[in-house]
């Protein structure tokens, strides 16, 4: 079944650590997410990307990085540098907006991180 | 930066009634989607709407995007327990600007 997978499910961090969550799909999808959901808050979105190896800061990206390697992947970190990542993660990704439009985004099922 | 209201947060229902809730934005959009969450996962996408005015059904919901575009409305008929969730709007213009969520109950 085509989808977006997002692993691991549960994710620790401890003090002064960097953590990687996984984020593939095989929707053949160009265009790939990452938002943060905090409870009662809508998503915010941290970073996306168009194309592979390009990718823009979306409105809270300090203390994240991403890469996008290939176009079935965007991992982000969470550097150490993030000082409250406690949230829920979601990876989401669509096709790229044709002219005068906006494709949906299709969401993964989510990381929750905390802090130990 | 833009921002969407929606309304209302909490909705509790019982089985059977309708249900209505709608987002507002002071910024115009092209596209208004809405999505459904439950607990634990990624919100599902329920409806896009992509022009002013546009009426949309799938199912029991229907979806509207206002005429002005600053504003776009989900209803829900007949509700049934396993409508229970958190229901976001979403207002595209380039970038992806979500509501805070209407998180429905529904007690049998």
């Known amino acids: 079944d085509g989808g977006i997978t997002q692993s691991p499910k549960y994710l620790f961090r401890k003090e002064g650590q960097n953590v990687t969550l996984s984020c593939e799909q095989n929707l053949n999808h160009d265009a790939m997410y990452w938002y943060r959901q905090d409870p009662g808050q809508g998503l915010r979105l941290i970073y996306y990307?168009?194309?592979?190896?390009?990718?823009q800061k979306g409105d809270i990206a300090e203390g994240y990085s991403v890469s996008r390697e290939k176009k079935e992947s965007f991992p982000l970190t969470v550097t150490s540098a993030q000082k409250n990542p406690t949230a829920f993660y979601l990876c989401a990704s669509s096709i790229l907006r044709d002219r005068g439009g906006n494709q949906p985004q299709h969401f993964g099922d989510g990381t929750r991180l905390s802090i130990l | 930066g833009q921002q969407l209201n929606q309304s209302p947060q909490s909705m509790f229902i019982q089985e059977g009634e309708d249900v209505s809730m709608n987002c507002t934005s002071s910024?115009?959009?092209?596209?208004w989607l809405w999505y459904k969450q439950e607990p634990g996962e990624g919100p599902v996408l329920l409806i896009a709407l992509y022009k002013a005015g546009e009426l949309t059904s799938n199912g029991r919901l229907t979806a509207q995007f206002g005429i002005t575009r600053k504003d776009s409305f989900l209803n829900i008929s007949a509700s049934i327990p396993s409508d229970v969730g958190i229901y976001f709007c979403?207002?595209?213009?380039?970038?992806?600007?979500f509501g805070q969520g209407t998180e429905l109950s529904v007690k049998p």
């Open positions: 910024s115009i959009f092209n596209t």
């Open positions: 979403a207002g595209s213009r380039g970038k992806l600007i």
């Open positions: 990307s168009q194309i592979v190896n390009d990718f």
